[in-house]
């Protein structure tokens, strides 16, 4: 059973680099899923940040998208997310996931089944 | 268009059915998931597909979709169904990016 588990620094100062990362565990993270991440400020609803593929092939939530940088560890079974330049709105619980994609007839599916507890961060001075 | 739009409040009284609903231009193409989330915990996926619920979700949970509109259905609400729901697709427009709705609040009276 595949499990994930967020790790990273709980306070990050304004203007610094947010660092995390996901390890994967019960699994291969080159396996045919993407690799996410979804954040949720204090309060608010859920917001996706971005998502690799094993291949390194990215996508990124265009709001974001200048700050924000997502790469794979083969080697380690892990994936990591970078958000540059930060404010207090950064300011959430940022939870890793596993996300699946694929066709059938005309329809798509897109779905995220496994999911991390969740890490705090806080910007802060 | 990336949105997905859900009402922000539902309330059903113990043991009957409520719909939640979403809607957006990306779920003409693509099928809508469904989260549960409750109060300081992960979201927990209850439908995915046309009407797929993993391992261990109670089969009073259910999921359709029309047009532009996909719908989640609990048959029956349990006092533990109170919780925030999502809603979420990728965008159709190529992108490939992801979007949720904005959540709808569950409350079991």
């Known amino acids: 059973q595949v499990q994930l588990q967020e790790s990273g620094p709980g306070l990050v100062k304004p203007s610094g680099t947010l660092s995390l990362t996901c390890a994967v565990s019960?699994?291969?993270?080159?396996?045919?899923?993407?690799w996410s991440w979804v954040r949720q400020p204090p309060g608010k609803g859920l917001e996706w940040i971005g998502e690799i593929y094993h291949s390194g092939s990215t996508n990124y939530n265009p709001s974001l998208k200048s700050r924000v940088t997502i790469s794979v560890d083969k080697s380690k079974n892990q994936f990591s997310l970078k958000l540059s330049s930060v404010t207090a709105a950064d300011t959430a619980v940022y939870y890793c996931?596993?996300?699946?994609?694929?066709?059938?007839?005309?329809?798509?599916?897109?779905?995220?089944?496994?999911w991390g507890k969740g890490t705090t961060v806080t910007v802060s001075s | 268009s990336s949105e997905l739009t859900q009402d922000p409040a539902v309330s059903v009284a113990l043991g009957q059915t409520v719909r939640i609903t979403c809607q957006g231009d990306?779920?003409?193409?693509?099928?809508a998931s469904w989260y549960q989330q409750k109060p300081g915990q992960a979201p927990v996926l209850v439908i995915y597909?046309?009407?797929n619920r993993p391992s261990g979700i109670p089969d009073r949970f259910s999921g359709s979709s029309s047009g532009n509109t996909a719908s989640l259905t609990i048959t029956g609400a349990q006092a533990e169904d109170e919780a925030d729901y999502y809603c979420?697709?990728?965008?159709?427009?190529?992108?490939?990016?992801?979007?949720f709705g904005g959540g709808t609040k569950l409350t079991v009276l």
């Open positions: 990306s779920l003409r193409s693509y099928y």
């Open positions: 597909g046309k009407n």
């Open positions: 019960g699994g291969s993270i080159s396996s045919s899923n993407w």
């Open positions: 996931a596993r996300a699946a994609a694929t066709s059938l007839g005309y329809y798509y599916y897109y779905y995220m089944d496994v």
């Open positions: 979420n697709s990728r965008d159709s427009s190529g992108n490939h990016q992801a979007v």
